[in-house]
Each structure stands twice: as structure tokens, then as C-alpha cells.
T-cell receptor, first 113, second 112 residues
Framework: KAGVTQTPRYLIKTRGQQVTLSCSPI?????VSWYQQTPGQGLQFLFE???????NKGNFPGRFSGRQFSNSRSEMNVSTLELGDSALYLC????????????FGPGTRLTVT | AQSVTQLDSQVPVFEEAPVELRCNYS??????LFWYVQYPNQGLQLLLK??????LVKGINGFEAEFNKSQTSFHLRKPSVHISDTAEYFC??????????FGTGTRLLVSP
């Protein structure tokens, strides 16, 4: 079974631009979660989607948004990029019920200059 | 709100020696606990999880962890480490709803 895939793997953007990251979950998984990983703040939860609905959201500004499609693939968008948005963005998929483990993709490394 | 404390930012150890990575959590309700490993330039891989039942949990690659409710701890152990175990290890907690709260990570450095 194929794992979680994320595209692109690396991205360089300029302050003020916007960016869209993509995540394809494991086949059959209906939940997709997004995390931001930085050296200073560690791993932080962004949001989770289940069957195209956002079920949970972390403490990030509205510039961070996401969506999920009917095939469970998910995208996250960051508008008006700031230098502090430079991070590894990790996507995780799960069957979506309590206790079910999340399987992580390799991440997208975003650098904002 | 839940929180996770990983007491050691870095743990150096010699190959074939035992190791324990410490994790303490705080939560007023029942939680699920996980240990993940991250190798350089990769995502997170699940080592083991505790949902309920036996407090000793066995995972992949010879790792195990013990859930201690009274001490709110979930320490990770391996009786004999290998060079390939060099990585960053994250303890995480969740009440459900797929929102994991992670600790700050422990870098395990295994030397020959």
C-alpha cells in the first residue's frame, strides 16, 4: 500500500506571495491532518479534515487555510507569506477515529525569502 | 489542555547500550499516547502507541514503552541500541479528534 505523498517536496517563495501544498493520503484513509515543524516552535497542529469537513483547528492565523476533496486528497494554502512561515509542513492521514494512528508523509520544506 | 514534556533534548549513548527516553504528559482526562521517530529529511514514523489495557507497550525496532498513570509518564526504552537508531524521537498525546500534541523531541545519538 502506498504511503502518504506530499508535493512539492521543496519550495522557495518570497514574502507576500501565497503557496499551496498538496497531500495524498493512504488509500482508504478519510482523515488528513497538517502540522508545521520549526526549530523554534517544534511540531504544531494546523488543522484536520475528515470527509471534506474541517473537524479541528490549531492556533494559527487565518492566512493558513486548507481543504479536502472527495477523494480525501487535501491541500493547504498560506497567503501573504512571512519569513516566519519557513518550516517543514507535514501531512498525516488516518482512518479518522479516536486512537487511530496517523501516518505521516515526508513533508514539504518551505523557505520564505 | 494537554501538554508533553520531554526532559532530555539530547541523549548520547554507545552502541549496544540500553537507553531510556523520558516523556511526561499533563492532562485531566484520559489520553492516547504515542512515540514517533524522525530520521533526517523524513517525516515521522510511528514506533508504538498506548490506547488502553496493558501498560507495557511493544513497538517496532525493539522499542517498548511503559504507561504510568500515577506519574503521568510514558518513557521509551530499548535494551540495546544500534547506530541506525540515531534519530529524533517525539512523544505525543491526544484526547482524540486526531489532534496530536507533541513534545519538543529528544535527539538520540548512538556512537560506536
Amino acid at each position: 500500500k502506498a504511503g502518504v505523498t506530499q508535493t512539492p517536496r521543496y519550495l522557495i517563495k518570497t514574502r507576500g506571495q501565497q503557496v499551496t501544498l498538496s497531500c495524498s493520503p493512504i488509500s482508504g484513509h478519510r482523515s488528513v491532518s497538517w502540522y508545521q515543524q520549526t526549530p523554534g516552535q517544534g511540531l504544531q497542529f494546523l488543522f484536520e479534515y475528515f470527509s471534506e469537513t474541517q473537524r479541528n483547528k490549531g492556533n494559527f492565523p487565518g492566512r493558513f487555510s486548507g481543504r479536502q476533496f472527495s477523494n480525501s486528497r487535501s491541500e493547504m494554502n498560506v497567503s501573504t507569506l512571512e519569513l516566519g512561515d519557513s518550516a517543514l509542513y507535514l501531512c498525516a492521514s488516518s482512518l479518522g477515529q479516536d486512537g487511530h494512528e496517523q501516518y505521516f508523509g515526508p513533508g514539504t520544506r518551505l523557505t520564505v525569502t | 489542555a494537554q501538554s508533553v514534556t520531554q526532559l532530555d533534548s539530547q541523549v548520547p549513548v554507545f552502541e549496544e547500550a540500553p537507553v531510556e527516553l523520558r516523556c511526561n504528559y499533563s492532562s485531566s482526562v484520559s489520553v492516547y499516547l504515542f512515540w514517533y521517530v524522525q530520521y533526517p529529511n523524513q517525516g515521522l514514523q510511528l514506533l508504538l502507541k498506548y490506547l488502553s489495557g496493558s501498560t507495557l507497550v511493544k513497538g517496532i525496532n525493539g522499542f517498548e514503552a511503559e504507561f504510568n498513570k500515577s506519574q503521568t509518564s510514558f518513557h521509551l526504552r530499548k535494551p540495546s541500541v544500534h547506530i541506525s537508531d540515531t534519530a529524533e524521537y517525539f512523544c505525543a498525546v491526544t484526547r482524540g479528534f486526531q489532534k496530536l500534541v507533541f513534545g519538543t523531541g529528544t535527539r538520540l545519538l548512538v556512537s560506536p
